[in-house]
């Protein structure tokens, strides 16, 4: 293994890795087991998490690749005077063995990605062994590992999961297209063409204060972004430019051009709803026929855009690392690659439901996809994202100054870069064997050990086959050296103590809710979170629910608060049950009320600031025990929301209803199946067949966490959702409204 603690190593990795490499005779996609790159004096070895497969510039590859030797020419005139000039003077001969040679080599593809840095060249500055980088250029490749030039890095910052981080290059592409543009806020802006890069664009464009318009030949784009939360989605037909119209007036102050397309329609209709002056830049791959009148009416200003930024194609920007004065060059593709993860880290734009995971060993599937094949599959709604196993990743240092850390800055987080991920549970009952234990196992974890709970139990997960052996304890569990993550899911009174203890053991921990049922609980089990190692995260399944998720991003407007109302219409339960003993349970407000409290802050993107609680219940029981409650929140960002919880009522109503109002948007999700999305006078409305309470996806980013150290939740999010809990039994007690320190 490498020596990560120096800069330099010794000498070059010489380990094998595995790389995605294509055929340009017939665009073929194979996986090859290759030797690793060594790490440049101008740049850096990162071992790769993700790398994202780009649709547009991809498939084109492909397709370019399956034509003939005269389609190829026809295609690109450019490399047949290539081969022209080199054949006058080499000779036919020679110059057919080297296009012969070439079409038959095997080559890399790939230009965005996002792993760990685990050696530095001597010449780079700003970054570190243990680093998480996007990075960007012809050798960001679909590899376990590349060596990237310095430039062509950029940090992620902790809140930004990887996976989205992977399609940052992409996304650059998008906002040096929108650069070009010279919008300002208030301007209109029309994307035409919504793929990967024009729905990124979107979002780009609505985090800006840009209201944008996106039109799409396919009906099918068209809903998706509508349900993104496009302001207006209009499909691609001879009314199209009449529309813009009755949206504008005077027609749109830009237009991206983001299509693929053989014909130039595109362009003129970007032409004919450009207002006078307006700008029109293309980002896609379209030919360029203008009418000269076109462009003369209006007088408009066209721009082909090159990649993603200044310094592309520059020697010395990209493999030497002089970089442009800022002062003068503002935007270069690196601080275009930074702007994008900082707007993701902000919440300003999020693209994780733009992602889908494909293990690396499935490239070739993958790219059948893009194609269209026969029986490959769907084609991809977002980005195809290649995913990295890590059968021997390097961790980072240890940092020494851990210790004199201020309180509530957690430590740098390891992963373990094992597949699959070992794990051991405790507390092996009715609801880890419904929810939990088959999640795990479809998301491919490797379920060694099983203790807690009583005998049977753990016993019966064995014999089952769920998991390979018990556990005599508890502590048997945590301290297990073949175990990389420990899951509770004891009953609450537990939860604090064995998550602190399996923290300090070096573990990766995922713990059912609630975290705590004190607050000296709370802090502990927080502090020894922000000392450990190994990452926490909490059985909040609902915010990685899909339709809570689409929810989200369709009200999500930046500078606007959200109004939200979640009614839970949670039924009975009998009094002599656990939940309801303070010391067991905690109460059903602790040991419920935080998956609906954790919901609606994650809808609102905003951490909670304020609870006032009422309720009432049994007059035998304790006031924190209530559970029939209405609570009020608010949040930092001002908005507001409204928590219904009851146990009297109908059992025939449906359990949840979540309602949310922002700008002129309303959201309606009715038991995590049905999901309304009314937009003006429009509306979607869509249904599952079971209801997606998140559970399958909470697994599958809990494992992504073990593996790469990078939290599904960071610990702000876990405390002020916990804090803002045991706030509800708090105003119960006094009647009072309870602050909250954000």
């Not at 062994?129 to 996007?134: H, I, K, R, S």
């Not at 399609?167 to 040096?176: D, F, G, W, Y």
């Not at 504008?248 to 004919?272: H, I, N, R």
Request: with cysteine.
């Amino acid at each position: 293994m490498t020596d990560v603690t120096s800069t330099r190593p010794s000498h070059p990795p010489t380990k094998a890795m595995k790389q995605v490499l294509q055929v340009p005779q017939n665009g073929r996609t194979v996986v090859r087991t290759v030797p690793r790159p060594p790490c440049p004096p101008g740049g850096v070895l990162v071992h790769n998490a993700y790398s994202a497969i780009s649709s547009g510039t991809e498939r084109a590859r492909v397709e370019l690749s399956r034509k003939s030797l005269v389609g190829k020419a026809r295609e690109r005139p450019d490399l047949v005077r290539e081969v022209w000039r080199r054949s006058r003077s080499q000779g036919v001969r020679a110059t057919m063995r080297v296009v012969q040679q070439r079409l038959s080599q095997e080559t890399p593809v790939g230009y965005s990605c996002a792993g760990t840095v685990v050696e530095v060249g001597e010449h780079v500055r700003g970054l570190l062994p243990g680093d998480l980088v996007a990075c960007a250029g012809g050798a960001a490749n679909h590899a376990e590992f590349v060596a990237v030039p310095g430039n062509l890095c950029a940090r992620v910052p902790p809140d930004v999961p990887l996976a989205s981080a992977a399609i940052t290059t992409i996304a650059s592409v998008a906002l040096h297209g929108i650069r070009l543009l010279e919008a300002q806020v208030g301007s209109r802006v029309a994307v035409i063409g919504c793929g990967l890069v024009g729905q990124i664009a979107l979002r780009l464009l609505r985090a800006a204060g840009i209201e944008a318009l996106a039109i799409d030949i396919d009906p099918q784009r068209i809903a998706q972004v509508r349900a993104a939360g496009a302001e207006h989605a209009i499909v691609f037909d001879d009314t199209a430019a009449e529309r813009v119209r009755s949206v504008t007036g005077a027609g749109v102050d830009g237009v991206l051009v983001a299509a693929a397309s053989k014909v130039s329609d595109p362009l003129l209709l970007g032409c004919e709803i450009a207002r006078d002056r307006g700008a029109i830049v293309l980002v896609g791959a379209v030919p360029i026929e203008l009418p000269r009148a076109a462009l003369y009416d209006k007088e408009l200003r066209f721009r082909v855009s090159r990649s993603y930024g200044p310094g592309r194609y520059d020697a010395e920007y990209e493999e030497r690392g002089l970089d442009y004065p800022a002062g003068y060059v503002p935007w270069t593709e690196k601080r275009n690659m930074e702007t994008v993860l900082r707007l993701q880290a902000r919440r300003l734009v999020s693209f994780t439901d733009l992602v889908e995971l494909v293990p690396v060993e499935n490239a070739p599937g993958a790219y059948s996809r893009l194609t269209a094949a026969k029986d490959a599959g769907p084609p991809p709604a977002g980005a195809l994202v290649l995913s990295y196993a890590f059968p021997d990743r390097p961790t980072p240092p240890p940092n020494d100054g851990v210790s004199a850390r201020p309180v509530g800055r957690a430590r740098k987080k390891r992963g373990t870069g094992r597949t699959p991920v070992r794990v051991g549970l405790i507390g092996p009952g009715g609801f880890a064997g419904r929810a939990l234990i088959p999640e795990l196992k479809r998301a491919g974890a490797d379920l060694v050990l099983v203790g807690g709970g009583n005998g049977p139990s753990a016993a019966a997960a064995v014999r089952t086959g769920a998991f390979r052996r018990t556990a005599a304890s508890t502590d048997e569990v945590i301290n297990d050296p073949q175990i990389d993550a420990v899951v509770i899911c004891t009953r609450h009174g537990d939860h604090a103590a064995l998550a602190s203890d399996a923290l300090r053991a070096g573990k990766h921990v995922f713990c059912e809710k609630p975290l705590a049922l004190t607050t000296d609980e709370h802090q502990h089990v927080l502090e020894a979170a922000r000392a450990a190692p190994g990452t926490l995260m909490v059985g909040f399944n609902r915010r990685f629910s899909a339709p809570l998720r689409q929810m989200r991003d369709f009200l999500a407007a930046p500078g606007s608060p959200m109004t939200l109302g979640y009614r839970v219409s949670a039924g009975a339960v009998a009094s002599e049950h656990w939940v309801h003993d303070l010391a067991t349970g905690g109460g059903r407000a602790l040991g419920e009320g935080c998956h609906f409290i954790d919901s609606l802050s994650f809808l609102a993107g905003s951490p909670v600031v304020e609870i006032h609680a009422c309720g009432h219940g049994p007059q035998a029981r304790p006031v924190q025990a209530y559970d029939n409650l209405a609570v009020t929140l608010r949040f930092a960002d001002h908005g507001v929301a409204s928590l219904v919880y009851v146990a009297d009522g109908s059992p025939r109503v449906p359990k949840e209803r979540i309602e949310g109002f922002c700008a002129t948007r309303t959201a309606i999700l009715n038991d995590y199946s049905r999901l309304e999305l009314h937009d003006g006078e429009h509306a979607t409305r869509s249904r599952r067949s079971q209801p997606d309470k998140g559970h399958s996806q909470e697994m599958v980013e809990f494992l992504a966490a073990v593996r790469s150290g990078h939290p599904a939740q960071s610990l702000d999010e876990i405390g002020n959702v916990m804090l803002a809990t045991l706030a509800v039994v708090e105003s119960l007690r006094t009647q009072r409204p309870v602050h909250i320190p954000c």
